[in-house]
Structures are given as C-alpha cells and as structure tokens.
T-cell receptor, first 110, second 112 residues
C-alpha cells in the first residue's frame, strides 16, 4: 500500500520568510496529492492540491510542486504570516484511500 | 449546505460501554471515511465506504464497526470502549479518492 513520509516534523520561520515542506510517496499509481492545514482544535481544511499530470500549481502565496520520477511533492509558502502557523498534512492515495503524512508543525515568529 | 456534520462534539465513556458516533453529509458524496487523530499525530484511517452498502477496513479498524445504509450517513460504532480509543474522531467525505475531502468538526472522545 501507499506510504507517505513528511519532513520536517517542525518548522519555525520568521514572519515574511518562506517555508517549504516536503513529502515522499511510495505508490507510483498515486494520482492526487492534497495539502491540508489544521489549526489548533479545528478540522483539517484543504489549502491546495495537485494532480499527477501537473508539475506545479500556485494559489497566491501557496504553491505545490510534484516530481513524479522522484515520487515527491512539496508545499511552498511565501511571505509567511502569523496566521500561517498550524499543522500541515500532505496526502497521497493508494487506489482506494487517502494516506496522510504525519504532519509538520509550522510556527511563524513575529 | 451544512457540509459534513458530526455528533456529539464531546463524549466521555467508561471502559466497556458502547456508543455510536454520527456522521452525515449533504453533498451527495459517494466516498466517506472515519479517521482518528491522537495528540501530535496524523490522521489514521479506521473504516471507509465507497458508496451505500459498501464498507471496508482501514489502517486501525479493531474495536470499531461501520455501516452505510444511505449515501448521507456513515455512523461509527464503538463496540466495547477501551482507554486506547481516547482520541479525536473525524468523519470526511468526497466525490472519490481523487477529489478534495471535506472534514466534519470532529468528536472528542475520552474513555476512562
């Protein structure tokens, strides 16, 4: 089945700097890669996703890149703000289910 | 649309008690799933369903049962609660496993 690894587990950046979170997956058949943001005590919410036929996708300060050959995808957040502080989860699919990475706790320091 | 709803929000059980966590969605999604999230951990799949009448096990199914008699509802039953089942439970739905999953607000369960 699919295995998704995520690094780093914690990340601290200064406000205004960029943050990058990387995930690797094992199942070459995975074709959909979402990123979720979870604030403390809240539900996970989708912030961006990418399909296997696309190499990069951007939405304002957030971008995701996918390298199918290397089986990894990354979340890029530019001009970080305090409200970006949260836990971020990546996910892949194993044909039937979503498989989530263990999460990255991002802290944006003022 | 209400999206994905879950009840109750909080629950305290004694060891050995049983209960049902309710989940409903009004988006006509075929795919529904239950996850548990332990402190500082990611989301682990308990059970999932790809449509009414079809359910299957996820990564951590022991101690839980599910059924899917309608497209809208996907209840999770704890058969005999154990302290190891203390967790936050999220229900989620989507059109399929290749589309955005929408999560419910979660149920915080404590088993004493």
């Amino acid at each position: 089945g699919e295995n998704v690894e995520q690094h780093p587990s914690t990340l601290s950046v200064q406000e205004g700097d960029s943050a990058v979170i990387k995930c690797t997956y094992s199942d070459s058949a995975s074709n959909y890669f979402p990123w979720y943001k979870q604030e403390l005590g809240k539900r996970p919410q989708l912030i961006i996703d990418i399909r296997s036929n696309v190499g990069e996708k951007k939405d304002q300060r957030i971008a995701v890149t996918l390298n199918k050959t290397a089986k990894h995808f990354s979340l890029h957040i530019t001009e970080t703000q305090p409200e970006d502080s949260a836990v971020y989860f990546c996910a892949g699919t194993d044909g039937q289910n979503f498989v989530f990475g263990p999460g990255t706790r991002l802290s944006v320091l003022p | 649309n209400a999206g994905v709803t879950q009840t109750p929000k909080f629950q305290v059980l004694k060891t050995g008690q049983s209960m049902t966590l309710q989940c409903a969605q009004d988006m006509n999604h075929e795919y529904m799933s239950w996850y548990r999230q332990d402190p500082g951990m990611g989301l682990r799949l308990i059970h999932y369903s790809v449509g009414a009448g079809i359910t299957d096990q996820g990564e951590v199914p022991n101690g839980y049962n599910v059924s899917r008699s309608t497209t809208e509802d996907f209840p999770l039953r704890l058969l005999s609660a154990a302290p190891s089942q203390t967790s936050v439970y999220f229900c989620a739905s989507s059109y399929s496993n290749s589309y955005e999953q929408y999560f419910g607000p979660g149920t915080r369960l404590t088993v004493t």
